[in-house]
């Protein structure tokens, strides 16, 4: 069961708002990623998880705040953010990420419009 | 310096057409993995196959088919007979321990 499933499926939200999104696998995977993707555009890489622990910050600002409660499950806390954080947002999972070469299961994303 | 380039930005067939993708790396590294991922109008990625740098063997799967060739550094993609199911955005990744990837090339298939 190769399954990452994402919620919400979209949100809408002012600047003042807080929301979360949600993540979770259950293909026993110990590495977890949060990637933001505007349009027409690779993914980027925000946050790594590896054995619930957080191992890799691309700089993402402080509105920003990911959460592993447990090893299967990715939270993304959002709080003030700015239009131009309106985008695509993919959970992945994999085996592992401290070993290379892994391939990444992806979600299917939650759609965010910041108003 | 690792990088990986789509140099095609969309591509438009007519079904049943055969269509190659196509992606070209750079890496210093002797051990890395490539990867291709496909992105529908939907927006997952779904992961398509990975390949190590240690086997150049081409891989076919069903209507899909890879050719990884160290010696030009390119990992190209062929649909045989597509369908109008193929369309997406299909990215080329490169792996070290994160993925590097490519723009993407946005392949449409007209019925």
């Known amino acids: 069961d190769t399954e990452v499933t994402q919620t919400p499926k979209h949100l809408v939200m002012g600047m003042t708002n807080k929301k979360s999104l949600k993540c979770e696998q259950h293909?026993?995977?110990?590495?977890m990623y949060w990637y933001k993707q505007k349009a027409k555009k690779p993914p980027e890489l925000m946050f790594v998880?590896?054995?619930?622990?957080?191992?890799i910050n691309e700089s993402v600002p402080s509105r920003f705040s990911p959460e592993c409660p447990n090893s299967s499950l990715l939270n993304l806390h959002l709080h003030a953010l700015q239009p131009e954080d309106s985008a695509l947002y993919l959970c992945?999972?994999?085996?592992?990420?401290?070993?290379?070469?892994?391939?990444?299961?992806f979600g299917p994303g939650t759609r965010l419009t910041v108003t | 310096a690792q990088k990986v380039t789509q140099a095609q930005t969309e591509i438009s067939v007519v079904e049943k057409e055969d269509v190659t993708l196509d992606c070209v790396y750079e890496t210093r590294d002797t051990t890395y993995y490539l990867f291709w991922y496909k992105q529908p109008p939907s927006g997952e990625l779904v992961f398509l196959i990975r390949?190590?740098?240690?086997d150049e063997q081409n891989e076919i799967s069903g209507r899909y088919s890879w050719n990884f060739q160290k010696s030009t550094s390119s990992f190209n993609f062929t649909i045989t007979a597509s369908q109008v199911v193929d369309s997406a955005v299909y990215f080329c990744a490169l792996s070290n321990y994160q993925l590097i990837w490519g723009a993407g090339t946005k392949l449409i298939i007209k019925p």
């Open positions: 998880y590896s054995y619930e622990k957080l191992s």
């Open positions: 992945a999972s994999s085996q592992s990420s401290r070993d290379n070469g892994y391939e990444q299961y």
């Open positions: 293909m026993g995977h110990r590495a």
């Open positions: 390949r190590n740098s240690f």
